[in-house]
């Protein structure tokens, strides 16, 4: 209420908001130079303020860590392989790897594929990274039938789909391990700055962001192969596979490896090893076992493991 007894007028309000401005300039009203009304709190909108290119492509890559299926063509297995035959050509004689091979991987699964030497392991993974064609057979990936694709279309799902880690690692010697975990980008034609955002988020999520700018030489063994597990990460493939990925590394390593492998099963990711280890498919909650190029045993790990290993000591 005003002194005179009646409710403050409009002018009035108005001739004391204009004497605050005219005073905000003299430093003696500091109060004055607090806002006269307080902004009301209006949540942002997110279209009107577009975070730069490369965070955006930070946020979609981590989500897509996340939701690795995003990418998917298909709602059905990730693998479907029926009555694959695989048999190679040696002048007048035909060595037969693989003899009528069938099953399926659903989204999110980790199978261990074991078996001993020469019973058809590597052959297979080579077919499901699209790196060869059946010989006969029907090979489906994430609803895809790759039989009929050319070369180069191969290639293209190679790079799209697969995620590929090696025994031997299979990185460039002369570069950084950001520029190794940035070639498949490269290959996709992606910009300069995102690949490095992607490949850094890929090597962070590894656990390898003190290492970014070292070269493989200039790294551990475990650490050369959460490199290459970066550098099959960093598409957001719809399947990783990995072909004997603890082979050449010690067991404490071997154990740091499987941890990362099993974190990256439980963030959904679809993840098939080749193992000749039965300790190691024991450990997986899948695990397919081959004999002479046929499967012979597909139950959990630790039955299709346990299996293996009395094969293995019955064969001595
Ligand atoms: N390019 C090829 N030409 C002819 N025969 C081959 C070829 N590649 C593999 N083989 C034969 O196919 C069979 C399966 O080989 P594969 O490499 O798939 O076995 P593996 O289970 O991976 O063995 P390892 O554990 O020793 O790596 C073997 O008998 C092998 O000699
Ligand atoms: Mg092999």
Known sequence: MSP???WTSLPRILRKCAAALRSRRNPRHAWAHKPLVTPPVVARDPLEVRPPAVVLARIAHAERFCYPHSRRMSTGPIIELVDVHREYRMGAQTVAAL?????????????????????????????LGCLDRPTRGLYRLDGRDVQGLSDDALSGVRNQHIGFVFQSFQLLHRVSARKNVELPLVYRGVSRSQRRALATAALERVGLSHRMDHRPSQMSGGERQRVAIARALVGAPSLLLADEPTGNLDSTTEREIMALVYELHAAGNTIVIVTHEPSLARQCPRAIRLADGRVVGDGPGREVGAASAAVEEVDG
């Open 99 to 127: 003899r009528g091979v069938s099953f399926a991987v659903q989204p999110g699964e980790l199978v261990a594929i074991v078996g001993k030497s020469g019973s058809g392991k590597s052959t297979l993974m080579s077919l």
């Open 4 to 6: 005179s007894g009646g």
